[in-house]
């Protein structure tokens, strides 16, 4: 399986006292990385029109290094539909061009409407998930 | 006019490399005390019930000392109602105890329904304003 | 083994356009509730005396109810002296006095001094756990 | 006298419950824009080896229009070297390609060391304020 790649610059608002990036920060990288994976664009029809939101229901996160002001990151993610309601994302980060993995990341996806009721996972979006694994 | 008080514990995720509080964060902790002030209960129910939501027109900070990890802080508020549409919070933030300021913060809000077009402020709060001004 | 309790409430600043509670957020919970477990005065010598600073070494968070503008929330913690570098951490999101776990988190933090080098955790620390287990 | 030009995309993090986003991040946005002006290669070189760290001295923000998710954002930046210890950034937000200003800003900026003494503001960052005002 292929993998989509996003990059993450680190400013101030993501360090903290201890000089390092805070730790849930992470999260929010994986979650940027993801809505470009599915289309900033889509992601806002599928809101707006389609009345599906995503939902995290389980995050794995390990830690081995971390990022530092400045840090270039690349958000590494491969994905897959494990049933028609759920996707998992596996989303690594690296500094930009390294192969050491800093941050080793699982997430759990389904979807939802606005009354919270779990729907399948939108067509547009099981299309990207079969279109980056045929790209191997 | 007297004044409504709002703690505030400074914990990791407040501060950034510097040492100090992320500068933006003061925002924060200005909008916690105001959530305070005019109740959370309260303005949840104006949000669903009486599809008013609060918007911040303009705000202005002054930093005179920074605060740090560990830190108990005080937001202490004073609030005037301008107009009918328009109050005006004067909030400074505290070490708990100290009369040194060392955040000085002037926040105008207006209120706005679901469609972003303006409204008076809400009676509740108009309420909430005079009461905290009569107890002087 | 009892549990250590921390009320967080929930503002604007918490939420996202989904009307819930941001997920990554959840981990600033953890450890908000974690440096009042440590004690923050005994937090911040610890980083400023003894070169010692906590690090989140894994995280796990299942969702299973979201939080939402207004509510107040409790954080239950557990913690266990896993060995003398590493302590776990179980904690679960709760509506305040209600029992059914909203966010199921486990944590496991080590110990590093400002070289990023591995440090055993305090003798504060493994005291606090000892004591807090002991409460059963 | 010309401007620098960021440009921000809004993701889930970014809004809050009333589905704009959420007021202090502007202030996210301009240091953002404040980092790559200076260069973040440069501001992590002034930090380590020169013992200067930027510090908001004063922040002015008027909200206009709110963003939503999925916007992309311009920060256009204007940048006058008050004195040799302050600079002034006014910085204001725009939808990408258009010319309605969302969100107007001025930021003062100081230089501190890390016993947080006033400095003056680095060479390298006085030429990058002559350079932009030049090419008008």
Do not use: W
Request: net charge negative.
């Amino acid at each position: 399986m292929t993998q989509h790649t996003h990059q993450v610059r680190i400013y101030y608002e993501d360090t903290d006292v201890s000089g390092m990036v805070y730790h849930a920060n992470y999260l929010k990288y994986f979650e940027r990385a993801r809505e470009h994976f599915i289309g900033p664009e889509e992601l806002v029809r599928l809101f707006e029109e389609e009345d599906t939101a995503f939902v995290v229901y389980k995050a794995e996160l390990t830690y081995k290094e971390g990022a530092r002001l400045g840090d270039e990151l690349e958000i590494r993610s491969r994905v897959e539909a494990e049933s028609k309601y759920r996707a998992i994302f596996h989303q690594n980060v690296h500094r930009k061009g390294h192969e050491a993995t800093m941050v080793e990341g699982r997430v759990e996806l389904v979807c939802v409407n606005h009354q919270q009721n779990l729907v399948p996972l939108p067509k547009s979006v099981v299309d990207s998930i079969a279109k980056l694994q045929a790209s191997a």
